[in-house]
T-cell receptor
Framework: DVKVTQSSRYLVKRTGEKVFLECVQD?????MFWYRQDPGLGLRLIYF???????EKGDIPEGYSVSREKKERFSLILESASTNQTSMYLC??????????????FGDGTRLSIL | GQQLNQSPQSMFIQEGEDVSMNCTSS?????WLWYKQEPGEGPVLLIA?????ELTSNGRLTAQFGITRKDSFLNISASIPSDVGIYFC?????????????FGTGTRLKVLA
């Protein structure tokens, strides 16, 4: 089974701090994604990466950056945390479809609170 | 832009009842995915559909790819308390190729014992 591991289940940080959320997958997947999940808004894509050192902005990249130095690890960085970034953050990974859409596999999420 | 509308948004049902939910898209999809998210967990893939008209089962769950390619349906038979959670549909986004998705806002299911 695919295993996507997020480093923290719960995290509390203060406004202005630089926050790192880590995600590791063990299936050699090329694609990795970061979403945030808020009530009534569903899953919104922040950033994704389709290869090491490659990244693209999603729908809501403002206030975030990412790093992918190794294939198995994808980090989400909140440059200067703000209270409106309090949310559930979900990491996912998938293989390239090669003509067939491949499902994404999710981690258990990090519930981040910014005080 | 693309939108996925799920209905109902939430539902309370009695244990043992059958459940139906659906997802409609503003554009044609070539793939439909259904996920379940339990409280405090990440979404888990339930069923993937790749062909219009396809009907696929996973235990008590059955999903169908609508023939118009703009909708999909998920049915749960004889619900049990562990069916509680949020059910999401998802499909490929625009011209993203084969790896980016758009997700519905979910159907929250609560089962009364």
């Amino acid at each position: 089974d695919v295993k996507v591991t997020q480093s923290s289940r719960y995290l509390v940080k203060r406004t202005g701090e630089k926050v790192f959320l880590e995600c590791v997958q063990d299936m050699d997947h090329e694609n990795m994604f970061w979403y945030r999940q808020d009530p009534g808004l569903g899953l919104r894509l922040i950033y994704f990466s389709y290869d090491v050192k490659m990244k693209e902005k999603g729908d809501i990249p403002e206030g975030y950056s990412v790093s992918r130095e190794k294939k198995e690890r994808f980090s989400l960085i909140l440059e200067s945390a703000s209270t409106n970034q309090t949310s559930m953050y979900l990491c996912a990974s998938s293989t390239p479809g090669r003509g067939l859409v491949q499902p994404q596999h999710f981690g258990d999420g990090t519930r981040l609170s910014i005080l | 832009g693309q939108q996925l509308n799920q209905s109902p948004q939430s539902m309370f049902i009695q244990e043992g009842e059958d459940v139906s939910m659906n997802c409609t898209s503003s554009s044609i999809f070539n793939t439909w995915l259904w996920y379940k998210q339990e409280p405090g967990e990440g979404p888990v893939l339930l069923i993937a559909l790749y062909k219009a008209g396809e009907l696929t089962s996973n235990g008590r769950l059955t999903a169908q790819f609508g023939i118009t390619r703009k909708d999909s349906f998920l049915n749960i038979s004889a619900s049990i308390p562990s069916d509680v959670g949020i059910y999401f549909c998802a499909g490929p986004r625009g011209n993203s190729g084969t790896y980016k998705y758009i997700f519905g806002t979910g159907t929250r299911l609560k089962v009364l014992a």
